[in-house]
């Protein structure tokens, strides 16, 4: 089946604006999660869903950062006021419980100008 | 959290057999070790797990001393497919966040 997809691919914007970025999971994966991935590094956790709702949400960096999961499958995880600093690749992964394997999308590359 | 510590690179040429350490000296007793494989655009990929002594799966082995302090990620046979940034994790069993360091990145060679 499917795997993990996420939308747009590559996102170029610039400074101050607005973003959001689509997880698609794995059908019927209850688990759904976002990381962000900077050049160099390993992914780094943001938040965490349980169907619907943000189970754990300590890795947001701050709360220019939202994501929302409305019906327990597609997810979408919202930057306003883009800086700089948020360009990276943001990852998105679901699995079937909380402790099972993760399954990871390609990624949404951002680019703040 | 035990902290990893793993060789930022390695390099290799197809066909021989890859083995990359990563030390945990602070392993505590219901922590896990697993591996991940990251290729290049793609999100990392689960290749195995353990807890002690080895497992084996069709990707690669692993091999875990009795002290439990490292452990060896063996890829046999490497190809140039598998160039990739392998990742070595150390997680307490029933954790749901996976928290990553920068990886090995291995290259490997014609």
């Known amino acids: 089946g499917a795997g993990v997809s996420q939308t747009p691919s590559n996102k170029v914007t610039e400074k101050g604006k607005y973003v959001e970025l689509r997880c698609d999971p794995i059908?019927?994966?209850?688990?759904l999660y976002w990381y962000r991935q900077s050049l160099g590094q390993g992914p780094e956790f943001l938040i965490y869903?349980?169907?619907?709702?943000?189970?754990?949400d300590s890795g947001l960096p701050n709360d220019r950062f939202f994501a929302v999961r409305p019906e327990g499958s597609v997810s979408t995880l919202k930057i306003q006021r883009t800086e700089r600093g948020d360009s990276a690749v943001y990852l998105c992964?679901?699995?079937?419980?909380?402790?099972?394997?993760?399954?990871f999308g390609p990624g949404t590359r951002l680019t703040v100008l | 959290l035990a902290k990893t510590t793993q060789p930022i690179s390695m390099d290799s040429y197809e066909g021989q057999e890859v083995n990359i350490t990563c030390s945990h000296n602070?392993?505590?007793?219901?922590?896990?070790i697993t591996w991940y494989q990251q290729f290049p655009s793609q999100g990392p990929r689960f290749i195995i797990q353990?807890?002690?002594t080895k497992v084996t799966n069709e990707v690669a082995s692993l091999f875990i001393p009795a002290d439990r302090k490292s452990s060896t990620l063996s890829l046999p046979r490497v190809s140039l497919s598998d160039t990739a940034v392998y990742y070595c994790?150390?997680?307490?069993?029933?954790?749901?966040?996976?928290?990553f360091g920068r990886g090995t990145s291995l290259i490997v060679h014609p």
């Open positions: 992964a679901s699995s079937t419980t909380s402790i099972d394997t993760q399954y």
């Open positions: 059908s019927g994966h209850t688990a």
């Open positions: 869903f349980q169907g619907t709702g943000a189970a754990d």
């Open positions: 602070n392993i505590a007793t219901n922590d896990y």
């Open positions: 353990g807890y002690k």
């Open positions: 994790l150390v997680e307490p069993g029933g954790s749901y966040i996976p928290t």
